[in-house]
Every structure is written in C-alpha cells, then in structure tokens.
C-alpha cells in the first residue's frame, strides 16, 4: 500500500501534477476545470456495483473419507474392491457418485469433483497438515501428532483478508483440526472456535454477550484501565513471542465481538425461518452448516467446518449407510442455498480429508466389520463456487482405485488453488520470526481447470 497515496487513490504527485496553486490564486472552481483539462473530455460514469469479496468454507472431513463410497465409485472392479453400494447418476450426463451421495449427485451441476490428488504422507498428522496448509510436514509425523509447520489456509486469510464489523478473519467450527493453527504468524491468527452447538435452544457463542453480572458500565470501565496498561513499554525484540500481546489480542477480540452488532447478529440462527433451518437438517452438523453461510453473509473470509469420525477402518458401510445421508444432504443444502442468495460466485466450497481408503476392503485384527485403511495414493475433493466450473470431474483413478493416473494434481496445486481464489498470490513469501524466508506455497502453480 501508498503511504502517500489516500482513500480515493489520490497521492501527492497527482496533486502537484494539477497544480495545487491554482486552488490559493483562483479557487475550487479554477482547480477543478485545471483538472478536466488535465483528464480531457469529461465523460460520465456508470458506477459498476463492488464485486463481494470472496470467501471459503473448508468442510473437513477428519479421518479421511473414502474416495469408493463418496465420489469415485469402481463398479467395475472385484467385489473386495467395489464393496457393497452401487453407483448412481448425477444431473451431470457420464458422470456417477456412490448411492450415499444422492443429494449431492442432484446438484453435482454446481459441482467440481477433483479425483486425482494425491501425495504421499498416509498418516493422520502428516497428512492433516499437508492438505490443511499445502505444505508437507518437515519430519516423520504420527498419526496421532497435532503438527504445525506451517500456517493453515485459515490462519493465511485472516492474515492477508480481513473481516468486517469486529468479527474474527478466521472461524474453526465445532473444534480446530491439528494443523489448523497460525505456526509463526501468531496467536493473533489463531481460528476464532465456536464450540457450542448450534441446534440446541441454549446455543451461546462465548465472548459475544457480557458475563453474568458483569454490566456495560463495569465493562466499560475494565477496558479503559487496560488501555492504560497497554501503554507500558514492551520489549520489542519479544514482541513475536509475547504471549501479553497474544492475551492482548485475544481481549481486543471480545471487546469487538461484544460491541459489534452485527458481528451478535450473525451467529443468531434463530433469525432464520423454520423451513430453511429444516431444509439444512434439525442437526448440530446442519445447524453449523447454517452457521457458516450466515458468517459468509457477515463477511467472514474463512470458515472451517470440522467433522470427525471418517477414519473407517471397520463398520464403514454401516456408518456410511446410517450416517452419510443426513451429513450429505446438509452440504448439499449449503451449496443451494449459496447459490440461490447469489453467494455461490464468491463462495468457494471445498470438501475433503487428509486422504482416501485403501482399494481392497478388509477386516482388521480385533475388529468385527470391515473397513479401509488409510491410502494417500487417490483421493477425491469436492469444489463448488467462487467461478469453478460445475457439472465437471477433474482427472481420473484407475480401474480399482489404486492410484491417480489422469490429470495427477499436488496438495501444493490445491493450496495454490484456494489462495487464488482468494486474491491471495501463492508465490508470496513469509517472513518467521527469526528472519527465516518461507514461500506460501513451493508450486504456485493452481489446478487450471478450476480457474476458469
């Protein structure tokens, strides 16, 4: 940004340009008829509406989900393969989702399904962190690690775009994934975590409402005594790892949230009507799903959505059969409803977990039902919104699906992707707090078809 340069885009050498004496020797009128004749012929303007800044809605799929029983069906191959569901067609003509995704294959023309990304850290840590940040991790992981190498997308966003009206740049709904954090951006880029859910009468959002006893003059008066303490000195070399000013930024969060209107208002999904609130599900997963689109409308660059319970190494066509319908049919009405308020084109949508399931079904020791193991070798996300073009598949896993042999696509080109999608450039490189350069991104090269 211009320093010089001031909220109309006007700097100082323009001024100079037109000559600023004028104004003293003759007035407004001789400096703004100086100005036509600078600009030449006047022509009228048609103001063009502001295009809304865009946002995403990361729904997390914690555990991994599989690619057979949600977008890559292989009706084709050996039954130890295929497993028990069939597929079904889509609105897209050729193109066919698992039977669990009927809701979903009715709108797939809105739909971008991705089939061929792929990397190789099959364990949970690791493969969390690589597809939450697009980068892979710098030591061995284990799956049970909560790793940070590297700022997550939310905590890039709320660095790089804003949110409006005291609301926090980046929300993690109901919980923070394990590589979802700031890394050395700092506590300041942290997600803003709304916990309680949302389908329950009681549903409260903490730091929006005063504590119990605590009154607006009491309030009032606390934050102007720490106004005063923040104005002793602190040591500036600390200043990346003081966690005051982390305490600081988190108080300066609840002072805004709390006397932000409209920041109150946009968790308050009692303002919707019963028949949209239906129409997401009479569920906590639905209800949040509701959440998000409303902090969309609000402003709010980054919403993730974290469901967890997808790591299926048994039960999985019972859970899928008993659990997956009701999930999916709440993301399908998010995408709808985005899409019929006008927020789809600047809503970018995405879909996944750290990877997908291994081909062959099998029944694990100590276990009474099959299931698939992890398998980093082919996975499927799902895109919708902010221009990707719907109704399309991009590449393709083999027959059995093994591996992604079609348009093969790096957890760096799906990070390049959102962040473009953003407005935010991928080749950008970060500073840590020791001085130490670091690209955003290593490829910056976007997945190509969804940039249209």
Not at 236 to 261: F, M, R
Not at 267 to 274: A, L, M, W, Y
Not at 284 to 304: H, K, M, N
């Amino acid at each position: 940004m211009n320093a010089l340069r001031n909220c109309e885009g006007w700097s100082r050498r323009n001024c100079l340009q037109l000559g600023l004496g004028a104004l003293a020797g003759g007035g407004l009128t001789n400096l703004l008829s100086l100005t036509a004749q600078a600009a030449g012929t006047p022509k009228i303007a048609i103001a063009k509406p502001a295009r809304r800044p865009t946002s995403c809605i990361m729904i997390w799929l914690d555990g991994g989900p599989s690619h057979f029983e949600t977008f890559d069906p292989k009706p084709e191959a050996p039954l130890e393969i295929r497993g028990e569901f069939e597929p079904i067609a889509t609105r897209t003509p050729g193109v066919f989702f698992s039977e669990n995704m009927k809701a979903l294959a009715g709108i797939s023309d809105k739909l971008c399904i991705v089939r061929s990304i792929c990397h190789n850290q099959g364990n949970h840590g690791a493969g969390n962190h690589y597809m939450m940040t697009g980068a892979p991790p710098r030591i061995p992981v284990g799956c049970g690690a909560f790793v940070s190498f590297h700022p997550s997308f939310g905590s890039v966003t709320a660095r790089e775009r804003k949110a409006p009206r005291g609301l926090p740049g980046y929300f993690s709904i109901p919980s923070i994934s394990r590589s979802g954090g700031p890394n050395f951006l700092g506590a300041k880029y942290a997600p803003f975590v709304v916990g309680d859910d949302p389908n329950r009468e009681t549903f409260r959002v903490r730091d929006v409402n005063l504590p119990a006893g605590l009154t607006d003059d009491r309030f009032m008066g606390r934050r102007d005594l720490r106004k005063l303490v923040d104005t002793l000195p602190r040591f500036a070399e600390a200043a990346a790892a003081d966690p005051v000013a982390a305490v600081d930024t988190n108080y300066l969060q609840g002072y805004e949230l709390i006397s932000s209107v409209e920041a109150q208002q946009a968790f308050d999904v009692g303002r919707e009507s019963e028949k949209v609130r239906d129409a997401y599900g009479r569920n906590a997963f639905g209800q949040r799903c509701l959440l998000a689109r409303r902090l969309v409308e609000a402003g709010v660059p980054w919403i993730t959505l974290y469901d967890g319970g997808w790591d299926h190494h048994s039960d999985i066509f019972i859970k899928f059969r008993k659990e997956v319908p009701t999930f999916e049919a709440s993301v399908a009405a998010l995408v709808s409803d985005l899409h019929d308020r006008g927020l789809l084109d600047s809503t970018l949508v995405v879909m996944l977990g750290e990877f997908g399931r291994t081909p062959k079904i099998s029944t694990l020791s100590g276990r009474n039902t099959p299931g698939r193991d992890h398998w980093a070798n082919a996975m499927s996300v799902m895109f919708a919104g902010c221009g990707v073009p719907g109704g399309t598949v991009v590449g393709a896993t083999d027959r059995n699906g093994y591996a992604a042999i079609e348009r093969v696509c790096s957890p760096e080109n799906f990070a390049s992707t959102i962040y473009r999608k953003l407005g935010i450039d991928p080749d950008k490189i970060y500073y840590t707090p020791q001085g130490r350069p670091t690209h955003l991104v290593s490829d910056p090269d976007p997945i190509k078809e969804l940039m249209a």
